[in-house]
């Protein structure tokens, strides 16, 4: 079914529709290379004239993208965003997650409101940004692995900050219904790898059963978020207002008559403080390993809990006090509080130096799950939103 916007929608509308379902149609699921899209956007960006510069991934099937409008001598603003999408298995879909398709007022597609949706609102508006004599530049970041640690962003935000100007506020394009989002928690992953001593499962008793002992840690991980629901602390400008701890993904066992001799299992720690978060981090691993290994090692000398970091991005701070963020507050939308998800933001702020903030559309609550879409009103309101942007960026 073809995209369409009403008759007396905003006129930018179209456009965004259509560059939404072309950026959809790039399967950039994290697990595969995002080159296509990002050649896609140099040339259109390229294409106004933009000074483009693409920042290669450390594998060479990664890459980021800044494109610049406007001069380069006074401070800017970013509008950022990420171009990787989270998994979407078909077999849980109405449509194909890859091919845009429109059911009355909502556009379903992996990555439709996670968050290309953004991106093509800022490729329709960027023929009007490019249309006139701009005041401040805009810097059009997007970035690859979001979705798995915010891997591409620091390079993003080193780039930037070495600039002779660097920008001066970060607009982050993650879903919040358009709401500005003043703040944003971090976070932590880890791998935790149980080793035990197998064998013949009837001789269970005289063994270290690795999938068991993983099951403990595990429950005193949920133990912790139970503490951190009860105990804080608190910031209740958050959607969830304190820290939570979370089991992922877990694997161990070979066969139904062996005891495990391996066990892991991933787990996440969101913070609303990224100092304590690392301090969090230490007296779990010490409170689990008091508890549990010298238990371990008299069954087994050889038994051993290894704790490995995956990846951690900084909290987003409150960017409200910043010169540039004050100018732009007449123009900039409702406040929504913080956000308990992550984005860029934190490592523009933390690596770059630049106040950021989040405001885009879509509903974070339609992200990562089957038949994601976004509300085409969403879009409406982002490009809305553009338009006064824009008027101020050329004043």
Not at 131 to 141: I, M, T, V
Request: hydrophobic share 40%.
């Amino acid at each position: 079914m073809q995209a369409s916007a009403k008759p007396n929608a905003h006129p930018q509308l179209e456009a965004a529709i259509s560059h939404l379902a072309n950026l959809i149609a790039y399967n950039t699921t994290s697990a595969y290379p995002n080159l296509e899209l990002i050649h896609h956007m140099e040339s259109f960006f390229a294409s106004l004239g933009a000074e483009v510069i693409v920042l290669p991934g450390e594998s060479g099937e990664k890459a980021n993208l800044v494109a610049r409008l406007g001069p380069a001598d006074v401070p800017g603003i970013v509008l950022s965003g990420h171009t990787d999408v989270v998994p979407a298995n078909p077999k849980s879909w109405q449509s194909d997650p890859f091919k845009m398709e429109q059911r009355g007022s909502r556009l379903f597609g992996r990555g439709t409101c996670d968050m290309k949706g953004f991106a093509a609102c800022v490729m329709a508006a960027a023929p009007a940004f490019a249309n006139g004599e701009l005041q401040r530049p805009y810097y059009f970041c997007f970035s690859h692995d979001e979705e798995v640690g915010c891997l591409g962003a620091p390079a993003i935000a080193r780039y930037l900050a070495a600039l002779k100007v660097p920008p001066a506020l970060a607009i982050i394009g993650e879903p919040s219904e358009m709401k500005l989002i003043n703040g944003q928690k971090g976070k932590i992953a880890m791998r935790v790898t149980v080793r035990g001593e197998g064998g013949h499962s009837s001789f269970s008793p005289q063994h270290v059963n690795a999938v068991e002992y993983a099951s403990r840690i595990i429950t005193i991980i949920a133990e912790r978020s139970r503490r951190y629901e009860q105990d804080g602390p608190f910031d209740h400008d958050f959607t969830v207002p304190h820290a939570t701890t979370l089991t992922t993904i877990i694997e161990g066992g070979v066969a139904t008559n062996v005891t495990p001799d391996t066990c892991s299992f991933i787990f996440e720690l969101r913070s609303i403080d990224q100092e304590a978060a690392a301090t969090d981090i230490q007296a779990l691993i010490s409170d689990v390993e008091a508890a549990l290994l010298p238990e371990m090692k008299r069954q087994s000398a050889d038994s051993a809990i290894e704790w490995q970091e995956l990846f951690a991005y900084p909290a987003m701070g409150d960017a409200t006090d910043s010169e540039m963020f004050k100018k732009l507050e007449p123009i900039l939308p409702e406040r929504g509080g913080k956000v308990s998800y992550g984005s860029e933001g934190g490592v523009f702020e933390i690596n770059g130096g630049i106040p950021s903030v989040i405001v885009g559309p879509g509903s974070i609550r339609q992200a990562h799950k089957p038949d994601e879409f976004i509300e085409i009103d969403q879009l409406s309101q982002c490009l809305a939103f553009f338009d006064e942007l824009n008027t101020w960026m050329k004043r």
